[in-house]
């Protein structure tokens, strides 16, 4: 269930009106609202449209009238006349809210700011040319010939379909999130003052696409699909939102049109929380800022050599031993804040509270899981995945002996099978990623079973090994519908079907087009462009890594994953930064290496590079929320 609150203040009789709006999908009998303010009633009440059960100090209930139905998309409103005193804040309604159903159930409202007793009058043009709309990544068009004089605190929309009202309060919900104290850009009831959002449907837009015109300071959102109001939406909150934050530079238009679209279908932004365990609070929140630049694809890498971070309750050993470190543990303490080790993991139930959040934003997740190679607290959680004869014989790139899955073992494939069976019923997205990255050269080359089964099979190799583990892989995900994504290493010693499989290019600029001329769609994530965790500068106390070289902000921004090889027609898929997380033992370090380059690669997966300016970005990006 899902509710939005707005209040409004009218001073004229000194009355705080409320108005309930039922978000959900299903309808609520006999409603109870609960509310804290600081203004208060006074008994008796004089109430219109409810009546009041209970006040004690701040805390109030009122009960709608006994049948009463509200119903999906309708308006429960009413209004109290008997107050402490005028309320001299927009901070002064409503700070929480609640519905309490019928069987005693408390849902949460989100409450939007007590409105203005006034609008700040009648809308008037100025030609100011020191102002801009402040939208990031930056529209394919904009046209602006007047702005407002006085920009408005948001827009009133008097549409009451499901779908439209439910998209206006997540975003209205995602700024107050990202900008706690500047006003919510859109209510759902407001006075008549308040400039009115007008939404259509056109059919002739794309996908993604919306268009919004203003005439008189009057805005008109166009949309094909949900994802283009999304998108309209979140354009039209972040021209309220910066604009309120700097009215120098940025301002709402009185008369003008934004046309928009993305240029690339993948804007993804990945996540390591591995080799740092992120607070399910900064995951989200993560989440949101992908949202609010407009991209699309949350690529969570859940497990590595450091630690296993999903519940599967085939494997419980895998959250009771592999997704923690320390001095007595299989995996020892590595590159965390505490010498002595870390842990943790996600529920089953926080991942799908994840996936959910992000749909609502109208963001997909994609799952890691990395297999064959990556897997030390595997294989220390679950010795019966070893080859008791194998030696210590090869080591990863980060120094880890023995750690990837065997081909040679069945219960390899048994584990990876039912691993990905519980994968697969909690992430709804077609593209599952499965790592096949570093494995090192020379893997398996010392272990009997695998000298056995090279001579039984003809295979040669570590390469050739590999790949007979991921077509199987990739066999039990095509029958289930799904696409096996990977890292460029997936391509090594054949046998894949490049149509089942979507791959991430990373360890130079030119992999991206060499993938797409063997054939596989591919997206471009290169180390020295956008790896989020490369030093921003080859400064000695610069934090970061530095096998890709340093990444300062304008080198990231000028990338552009396009080079005009022929063979990226139709096969690039788009960009995404990766954000691994070695170098992020703090939140400070996370903010100062994440933003604001990740900001330039959602820039660069939806603008056209004509429409790219490294001076307008730089400014703008300075105003955008971090961690």
């Excluded at 909150?237 to 993948?266: K, M």
């Excluded at 190799?461 to 095509?478: N, S, V």
């Excluded at 096969?571 to 939140?587: A, I, N, P």
Aim: net charge negative; with cysteine; proline share 6%.
């Amino acid at each position: 269930m899902h509710f939005h609150l707005d209040s409004l203040w009218h001073a004229e009789d000194g009355a705080m009106e409320f108005a309930l709006i039922n978000c959900g999908d299903t309808p609520v009998t006999n409603p109870r609202l609960v509310y804290t303010t600081l203004v208060r009633t006074l008994r008796p009440s004089r109430c219109t449209g409810a009546t009041l059960v209970r006040r004690q100090a701040n805390f109030h209930e009122y009960t709608s009238e006994d049948g009463y139905v509200l119903n999906p998309g309708e308006t429960w409103r009413f209004t109290e006349q008997s107050l402490t005193r005028p309320a001299q804040h927009s901070n002064e309604g409503p700070k929480s809210a609640g519905v309490v159903l019928e069987d005693g159930t408390l849902v949460p409202v989100f409450a939007s700011e007590l409105q203005a007793p006034a609008a700040l009058g009648k809308a008037t043009p100025t030609e100011n040319a020191a102002l801009s709309c402040g939208v990031l990544p930056q529209p394919n068009r904009v046209e602006v010939s007047h702005w407002c004089a006085n920009a408005p605190m948001h827009y009133a929309v008097a549409q009451r379909d499901l779908a439209t009202i439910q998209a206006v309060s997540h975003v209205a919900d995602l700024t107050r999130r990202l900008y706690p104290l500047a006003p919510v850009p859109f209510v759902l009831t407001a006075k008549d003052d308040v400039p009115q959002l007008q939404i259509t449907t056109d059919s002739s837009l794309g996908n993604e696409a919306y268009r919004i015109t203003w005439q008189n300071g009057q805005p008109t959102l166009s949309h094909a699909t949900n994802q283009g109001l999304l998108y309209g939406l979140i354009t039209l909150a972040q021209t309220l939102t910066n604009a309120y934050q700097n009215a120098v530079n940025y301002g709402v238009p009185f008369t003008g049109e934004i046309s928009d679209a993305p240029r690339h279908e993948w804007r993804g932004a990945h996540l390591d929380v591995s080799r740092q365990v992120y607070p399910m609070e900064q995951v989200l929140r993560y989440v949101d800022i992908m949202a609010w630049h407009k991209m699309n694809r949350f690529h969570w890498h859940l497990t590595d050599d450091e630690g296993w971070r999903l519940e599967i309750k085939a494997y419980p050993q895998l959250t009771e031993v592999a997704a923690f470190t320390g001095m007595d543990l299989p995996v020892l303490p590595q590159l965390g804040a505490d010498v002595a080790g870390q842990g943790g993991f996600y529920t089953q139930d926080d991942a799908r509270h994840v996936v959910a959040h992000a749909a609502m934003l109208g963001v997909e997740v994609m799952p890691e899981i990395d297999v064959p190679g990556h897997c030390a607290c595997v294989l220390g959680a679950l010795p019966e995945l070893v080859d008791s004869e194998e030696p210590e014989s090869y080591w990863s790139v980060q120094g880890y002996a023995n750690n990837a899955l065997n081909p040679a073992i069945e219960g390899s494939y048994t584990f990876a099978t039912k691993v990905l069976e519980e994968v697969l019923d909690i992430f709804p997205f077609e593209v599952v990623h499965i790592g096949g990255d570093e494995v090192a050269e020379d893997a398996w080359m010392q272990s009997p079973k695998a000298q056995a089964m090279m001579r039984e099979t003809g295979l040669k190799g570590t390469h050739e090994l590999q790949a007979y583990f991921l077509r199987q892989i990739q066999d039990f995900l095509a029958d289930r519908g799904r696409k096996l994504g990977g890292w460029e290493e997936v391509a090594h010693g054949g046998g894949l079907d490049p149509e089942k499989s979507l791959l991430f290019a990373w360890t130079t600029v030119e992999k991206t087009a060499e993938l797409a001329n063997d054939g596989y769609d591919v997206v471009s994530t290169p180390g020295q462009a956008y790896y989020l965790d490369m030093a921003l500068s080859d400064a000695w106390y610069a934090p970061g890594a530095s096998w890709a070289g340093f990444t300062p902000l304008d080198k990231t921004y000028a990338f552009e994953a396009d080079n005009g090889d022929t063979a990226l027609q139709g096969r690039l898929k788009g960009v995404q930064g990766c954000m691994w997380s070695e170098h992020l033992t703090t939140l400070e370090r996370r903010n100062h290496m994440i933003y604001p380059r990740l900001n330039a690669i959602a820039e660069a997966g939806w603008s056209e590079a004509e429409n790219k300016s490294f001076e307008r970005f730089a400014a703008l990006a300075e105003l955008m929320p971090r961690l």
